[in-house]
């Protein structure tokens, strides 16, 4: 308990500080868990509460991406969605699952690298569009709907691998079951949930708090993917209420995730036996670079023009909060630690460059005129 | 669309976003949805006008419409963009205005607008509440911004609009910038114990001050354009209009001396 206390103070003065400097906080809250946690310390270790509350993060974490996805808008913008996604998840899924398989990670490792690996920040991509004040830009659509992509293979990572040693159609059945169910308890009791949510007593926030933790343990119970039902559980009632939904989850998922995020680190022992400080390295700066092989290609298919790359890269480098939680889940020792160093290099390299994006892409557009501009040779 | 008797069958208006990627908009024969949204080639817009007009208003209305007429219209996109609506008036010209409303997950809702000059303005309503107005003239490729907070965005809203209203306490001013930017102000006072008892006749407020009295709170009951005869009462909440001055006049002359 002191543990989780002492953690927490130390994050409110990290985010007193990165909010002030506008940089992301995710990164600093991992570090300052590696500080004080296994790899530094080890001031903190994990007991009860803290996994549970770390638990808590995860599932308001998956519950807020549920509410976000409106499935009949996606559909409706599927051909802009589907073009820079595919380009975007080949190209890192590739280069990540390649780069960690050749520094010496296993098949399974690897795999689960480069799931982590493709996932960009969608929190990062978005408040710095907003910070940076870049959103009339025309590729700020396009990272958008990219991020949007990115948040359905999230969803479709969980659904796959989350499951238990069950048959995997007996597990199918049961999700959508379930799904069925939940979606027709919903849709009948419409108008009472809604008449709940309007309720200015401590009603609404019981409602939504005990909702996705019931959903949650329901689902551990009946042996499916607990991640993947959360998700989707968020998405159905996305369909009746999503703003007020949003505003009662967002305390719980605003300080449990801090505490996800802490622990992660906390937990990550980065000087364990067996981890190659040159895979480490390698997949960060790895992953750095390929944000930047696929932000061009994305630029020259999509914008026809390698420039656009430059901004949709500089918006998408930094790995976030869906990385940490694939980690979390499945990650070995060696992938956390290659997963948070991953994600404190990118997320940091990611704010400056898109600080400075202008004048990157002006240093990076410079030497191809002066191409141009040259004679041929011969 | 407004109901009128006859409409445009054979325009071909157009439309160009600048700054989104979204290329030109073709709207002709609007009752047969003909138009081009090059990218991605698929996406169509559905026209949410008249059907068909009757074959003598299609042959008239080229000729007609350049007279006068103000025609709002209303396109729905599929495809590229989920919604797009579409403003525009005829009034002895083409004129074209096309507003572009969409909404990014996680950001908020967009709204696009390029004016007749091809300046692109582009307004967010972020999910923090605030809101970022972004101006791209149609020259450049660096827009500028500006974020505001609602309070302020519904300030300049209020002054594009023309009449600007400043509330304090007890007196709101409004300006019609519209009519040679006049400013009305509205005051409340309570009558205190000297002009108790007096009538608005006794007292002769319009004829010294200019200003006047349009209505009297007395005990939870309003009285609104008290007659001449009207008597006040101590404790009395006043409602007066005017410039400014004439209020400053009323105040010194009427209320207080």
């Given at each position: 308990?002191?543990?989780?206390?002492?953690?927490?103070?130390?994050?409110?003065?990290?985010?007193?500080?990165?909010?002030?400097?506008?940089?992301?906080?995710?990164?600093?809250?991992?570090?300052?868990?590696?500080?004080?946690?296994?790899?530094?310390?080890?001031?903190?270790?994990?007991?009860?509460?803290?996994?549970?509350?770390?638990?808590?993060?995860?599932l308001f974490?998956l519950f807020f991406l549920g509410l976000e996805i409106k499935p009949d808008r996606i559909w409706?913008?599927?051909?802009?969605?589907?073009?820079?996604?595919?380009?975007?998840?080949?190209?890192?899924?590739?280069?990540?699952?390649?780069?960690?398989?050749?520094?010496?990670?296993?098949?399974?490792?690897?795999?689960?690298?480069?799931?982590?690996?493709?996932?960009?920040?969608?929190?990062?991509?978005?408040?710095?569009?907003?910070?940076?004040?870049?959103?009339?830009?025309?590729?700020?659509?396009?990272?958008?709907?990219?991020?949007?992509?990115?948040?359905?293979?999230?969803i479709?990572?969980?659904a796959?691998?989350?499951?238990?040693?069950?048959?995997?159609?007996?597990?199918?059945?049961k999700t959508v079951s379930l799904l069925l169910a939940l979606i027709l308890i919903t849709h009948t009791g419409r108008d009472y949930i809604t008449s709940i949510l309007k309720r200015?007593?401590?009603l609404p926030v019981l409602l939504t708090f005990s909702a996705v933790l019931g959903i949650a343990a329901l689902a551990?119970a009946w042996?499916i993917p607990e991640s993947f039902m959360v998700i989707a559980f968020g998405t159905i009632l996305g369909t009746i209420d999503p703003v007020s939904f949003e505003v009662h989850s967002r305390?719980f998922k605003?300080?449990?995730?801090?505490?996800?995020?802490?622990?992660?680190?906390?937990?990550?022992?980065?000087?364990?036996?067996?981890?190659?400080?040159?895979?480490?390295?390698?997949?960060?700066?790895?992953?750095?670079?390929?944000?930047?092989?696929?932000?061009?290609?994305?630029?020259?298919?999509?914008?026809?023009?390698?420039?656009?790359?430059?901004?949709?890269?500089?918006?998408?480098?930094?790995?976030?909060?869906?990385?940490?939680?694939?980690?979390?889940?499945?990650?070995?020792?060696?992938?956390?630690?290659?997963?948070?160093?991953?994600?404190?290099?990118?997320?940091?390299?990611?704010?400056?460059?898109?600080?400075?994006?202008?004048?990157?892409?002006?240093?990076?557009?410079?030497?191809?005129?002066?191409?141009?501009?040259?004679?041929?040779?011969? | 669309?407004?109901?009128?008797?006859?409409?445009?069958?054979?325009?071909?208006?157009?439309?160009?976003?600048?700054?989104?990627?979204?290329?030109?908009?073709?709207?002709?024969?609007?009752?047969?949805?003909?138009?081009?949204?090059?990218?991605?080639?698929?996406?169509?817009?559905?026209?949410?006008?008249?059907?068909?007009?009757?074959?003598?208003?299609?042959?008239?209305?080229?000729?007609?419409?350049?007279?006068?007429?103000?025609?709002?219209?209303?396109?729905?996109?599929?495809?590229?963009?989920?919604?797009?609506?579409?403003?525009?008036?005829?009034?002895?010209?083409?004129?074209?205005?096309?507003?572009?409303?969409?909404?990014?997950?996680?950001?908020?809702?967009?709204?696009?607008?390029?004016?007749?000059?091809?300046?692109?303005?582009?307004?967010?309503?972020?999910?923090?509440?605030?809101?970022?107005?972004?101006?791209?003239?149609?020259?450049?490729?660096?827009?500028?911004?500006?974020?505001?907070?609602?309070?302020?965005?519904?300030?300049?809203?209020?002054?594009?609009?023309?009449?600007?209203?400043?509330?304090?306490?007890?007196?709101?001013?409004?300006?019609?910038?519209?009519?040679?930017?006049?400013?009305?102000?509205?005051?409340?006072?309570?009558?205190?114990?000297?002009?108790?008892?007096?009538?608005?006749?006794?007292?002769?407020?319009?004829?010294?001050?200019?200003?006047?009295?349009?209505?009297?709170?007395?005990?939870?009951?309003?009285?609104?354009?008290?007659?001449?005869?009207?008597?006040?009462?101590?404790?009395?909440?006043?409602?007066?209009?005017?410039?400014?001055?004439?209020?400053?006049?009323?105040?010194?002359?009427?209320?207080?001396?």
């Amino acid at each position: 308990m002191e543990g989780v206390v002492l953690a927490l103070f130390v994050c409110l003065v990290l985010a007193l500080i990165t909010k002030k400097l506008a940089l992301p906080s995710i990164p600093f809250y991992i570090i300052a868990g590696l500080l004080i946690g296994k790899s530094g310390l080890g001031l903190v270790g994990v007991d009860g509460v803290a996994q549970f509350l770390t638990h808590l993060g995860l599932l308001f974490l998956l519950f807020f991406l549920g509410l976000e996805i409106k499935p009949d808008r996606i559909w409706s913008n599927h051909r802009a969605i589907a073009q820079s996604g595919l380009l975007d998840l080949h190209i890192n899924v590739i280069i990540g699952f390649v780069a960690a398989y050749a520094l010496g990670f296993s098949f399974a490792d690897a795999l689960v690298v480069a799931a982590a690996f493709f996932i960009s920040s969608t929190a990062m991509a978005v408040t710095s569009l907003v910070e940076n004040r870049k959103l009339l830009m025309r590729e700020a659509e396009t990272i958008v709907w990219l991020m949007v992509f990115e948040d359905i293979v999230v969803i479709l990572v969980l659904a796959f691998f989350g499951s238990s040693g069950e048959h995997p159609l007996i597990v199918l059945a049961k999700t959508v079951s379930l799904l069925l169910a939940l979606i027709l308890i919903t849709h009948t009791g419409r108008d009472y949930i809604t008449s709940i949510l309007k309720r200015d007593d401590e009603l609404p926030v019981l409602l939504t708090f005990s909702a996705v933790l019931g959903i949650a343990a329901l689902a551990s119970a009946w042996g499916i993917p607990e991640s993947f039902m959360v998700i989707a559980f968020g998405t159905i009632l996305g369909t009746i209420d999503p703003v007020s939904f949003e505003v009662h989850s967002r305390p719980f998922k605003d300080v449990f995730l801090v505490v996800f995020f802490v622990f992660f680190g906390i937990t990550t022992d980065i000087f364990a036996e067996g981890v190659s400080v040159v895979a480490i390295a390698g997949v960060s700066i790895v992953a750095v670079f390929s944000k930047y092989l696929s932000g061009i290609a994305i630029g020259h298919f999509v914008h026809g023009n390698r420039n656009s790359g430059i901004e949709i890269w500089a918006n998408t480098i930094g790995r976030g909060e869906f990385s940490i939680a694939i980690a979390a889940l499945w990650g070995s020792g060696a992938v956390s630690s290659t997963i948070a160093t991953m994600v404190i290099v990118t997320s940091i390299t990611g704010a400056f460059v898109a600080k400075y994006s202008n004048a990157i892409r002006n240093v990076l557009a410079r030497p191809r005129e002066e191409n141009r501009g040259s004679p041929p040779p011969g | 669309m407004e109901d009128g008797p006859w409409y445009p069958d054979t325009f071909t208006l157009h439309g160009r976003s600048l700054y989104t990627g979204m290329p030109d908009i073709w709207i002709e024969e609007a009752g047969k949805k003909t138009t081009s949204l090059c990218n991605p080639p698929k996406s169509h817009l559905d026209w949410e006008g008249p059907a068909n007009s009757p074959p003598f208003f299609r042959v008239l209305t080229p000729f007609f419409a350049p007279a006068a007429m103000v025609l709002h219209g209303r396109a729905v996109a599929r495809g590229h963009s989920p919604r797009l609506l579409i403003l525009f008036k005829i009034r002895g010209r083409n004129v074209f205005m096309a507003l572009r409303s969409l909404n990014l997950p996680g950001i908020g809702t967009k709204y696009e607008l390029e004016t007749e000059k091809k300046d692109v303005i582009a307004i967010f309503f972020l999910k923090s509440g605030n809101i970022q107005m972004y101006t791209l003239p149609h020259d450049s490729s660096t827009p500028c911004v500006a974020e505001l907070t609602p309070p302020e965005a519904r300030r300049i809203g209020a002054i594009l609009s023309g009449a600007i209203m400043e509330a304090d306490k007890e007196s709101v001013e409004i300006a019609f910038s519209a009519l040679s930017d006049l400013r009305i102000s509205v005051h409340t006072y309570i009558i205190g114990k000297h002009c108790a008892g007096k009538s608005l006749e006794e007292l002769q407020i319009r004829a010294r001050t200019g200003a006047t009295v349009i209505a009297v709170s007395r005990g939870g009951r309003n009285i609104i354009n008290p007659p001449p005869g009207f008597t006040f009462e101590e404790g009395d909440a006043i409602v007066a209009i005017g410039e400014a001055d004439q209020l400053r006049q009323l105040e010194q002359v009427i209320l207080v001396t």
